[in-house]
Nanobody
Framework: QVQLVESGGGLVQPGGSLRLSCTAS????????MGWYRQVPGKQRELVAS???????NYADSVKGRFTISRDNVKNTVYLQMNSLKPEDTAVYYC??????????????WGQGTQVTVSS
């Protein structure tokens, strides 16, 4: 089992910045991928950004050039630096980790979610 604790959401004006943090209850060296998804009411949860244990990163097209994901494996933490925020970035952001189980299958773990609201 992996427990994920998120922090850093809140209200910010358009053009502003926020940094989300997510700390895992196990060594992040054992986690294949850590990342962030977001969801708005009535829509599916979508990938925002992810980073693998080999530092390979993936971003949604809508956030490329504005958001940066990073991992600190000593602190078992993944960060999402969000700059130039837009109202359409408003959503609940969920931390995600993917870890291989004993059978070699990837298992998803989720944080509780943190609200990000971009509004003037």
């Amino acid at each position: 089992q992996v427990q994920l604790v998120e922090s850093g959401g809140g209200l910010v004006q358009p053009g502003g910045s926020l940094r989300l943090s997510c700390t895992a209850s196990v060594s992040s060296f054992s986690i294949y991928s850590m990342g962030w998804y977001r969801q708005v009411p009535g829509k599916q949860r979508e990938l925002v950004a992810s980073a693998t244990s080999t530092d390979s990163t993936n971003y949604a097209d809508s956030v490329k050039g504005r958001f940066t994901i990073s991992r600190d494996n000593v602190k078992n933490t993944v960060y999402l630096q969000m700059n130039s925020l837009k109202p359409e970035d408003t959503a609940v952001y969920y931390c995600n980790s993917k870890k291989f189980n004993s059978w070699g299958q990837l298992t998803d773990y989720w944080g509780q979610g943190t609200q990000v609201t971009v509004s003037s």
